[in-house]
């Protein structure tokens, strides 16, 4: 199949089409999504949360995304994946940014990174792209940014963000992630540049869409945000599965005859 690129996700957007993303993080779920024509795979910082069972994205590691990576990279035919910067490899020094970036290029078979920002990282952005590294900003809800921000908030400063997009769109950014904020404010962010945009809990006027695949397919406990639609509940059947597996070794059901070498 042909491979998604920064080139056809930019004619999607021209000629008015849509763009899917979901988050992966290894390889039989890549495979799976790939196969089922997701656009973009993200190796999201989120794995901190949803995989690692972190209570932020902050605690993951440059090494453990870069594992990660590459076991999507290796499974991924059709779609671009994108490999988030984590905290704080995205706001040290440029050159920290661009030896990441280029360890995402190198080491995995990974395309592209994304980072959290947008006029603040204008410079950076620009300097990745300039070496070769393809960048998605992230404006809007900033995860990275809980501490500081004492939460989770929409966000809803129209002026600040379609800023942070303009800028990230000139600095060179292929696309610009939009999270958490309010729909009329997603479509002055969309309205304002020409990349696609794609949304999380941003309503329907950007490109895309982007969800949490744990979220999606139920495999997250506790708390669903708003904008998440639950597609399966494959918690359910895994903890089913497990649970008759449990009773059938207890009764003795399991090996069953056919079970069993002779
Ligand atoms: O890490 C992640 O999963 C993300 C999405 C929420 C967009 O950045
Ligand atoms: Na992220």
């Given at each position: 199949p042909k491979r998604v690129t920064t080139r056809s996700l930019q004619r999607r957007r021209d000629s008015g089409g849509s763009i899917s993303m979901l988050t992966a993080y290894d390889f039989p779920t890549a495979q799976l999504l790939d196969q089922a024509g997701i656009d973009v795979l993200l190796v999201g910082d989120s794995l901190a949360m949803v995989?690692?069972?972190?209570?932020?994205?902050?605690?993951?590691t440059m090494d453990q995304m870069i594992y990660h990576a590459e076991m999507v990279g290796r499974a991924a035919s059709r779609a671009m994946v994108v490999v988030d910067l984590p905290f704080p490899d995205g706001q040290l020094s440029i050159e920290r940014s661009i030896c990441c970036g280029a360890r995402v290029l190198k080491e995995t078979r990974c395309h592209a990174v994304k980072l959290e920002g947008g006029a603040e990282q204008a410079s950076r952005i620009e300097a990745m792209v300039t070496a070769g590294i393809p960048v998605m900003a992230h404006v809007g809800?900033?995860?990275?940014?809980v501490f500081v921000q004492g939460g989770y908030q929409v966000q809803r400063d129209e002026a600040a963000l379609v800023k942070d997009a303009v800028a990230a769109e000139r600095a060179g950014a292929f696309a610009v992630l939009i999270e958490c904020v309010p729909e009329s404010v997603a479509e002055a962010i969309h309205a304002a540049v020409r990349v696609p945009t794609i949304g999380i809990?941003?309503?329907?006027?950007?490109t895309g869409q982007v969800l949490v695949t744990h979220d999606l397919i139920g495999l997250t406990s506790g708390y669903t945000p708003k904008f998440v639609r639950t597609y399966a509940s494959i918690g359910e059947t895994i903890r089913s599965a497990a649970s008759a597996f449990h009773q059938a070794v207890g009764d003795g059901s399991f090996p069953g005859p056919d079970e069993t070498f002779d």
């Amino acid at each position: 199949p042909k491979r998604v690129t920064t080139r056809s996700l930019q004619r999607r957007r021209d000629s008015g089409g849509s763009i899917s993303m979901l988050t992966a993080y290894d390889f039989p779920t890549a495979q799976l999504l790939d196969q089922a024509g997701i656009d973009v795979l993200l190796v999201g910082d989120s794995l901190a949360m949803v995989v690692q069972g972190h209570e932020t994205t902050l605690p993951v590691t440059m090494d453990q995304m870069i594992y990660h990576a590459e076991m999507v990279g290796r499974a991924a035919s059709r779609a671009m994946v994108v490999v988030d910067l984590p905290f704080p490899d995205g706001q040290l020094s440029i050159e920290r940014s661009i030896c990441c970036g280029a360890r995402v290029l190198k080491e995995t078979r990974c395309h592209a990174v994304k980072l959290e920002g947008g006029a603040e990282q204008a410079s950076r952005i620009e300097a990745m792209v300039t070496a070769g590294i393809p960048v998605m900003a992230h404006v809007g809800l900033r995860p990275q940014n809980v501490f500081v921000q004492g939460g989770y908030q929409v966000q809803r400063d129209e002026a600040a963000l379609v800023k942070d997009a303009v800028a990230a769109e000139r600095a060179g950014a292929f696309a610009v992630l939009i999270e958490c904020v309010p729909e009329s404010v997603a479509e002055a962010i969309h309205a304002a540049v020409r990349v696609p945009t794609i949304g999380i809990g941003a309503g329907r006027a950007t490109t895309g869409q982007v969800l949490v695949t744990h979220d999606l397919i139920g495999l997250t406990s506790g708390y669903t945000p708003k904008f998440v639609r639950t597609y399966a509940s494959i918690g359910e059947t895994i903890r089913s599965a497990a649970s008759a597996f449990h009773q059938a070794v207890g009764d003795g059901s399991f090996p069953g005859p056919d079970e069993t070498f002779d």
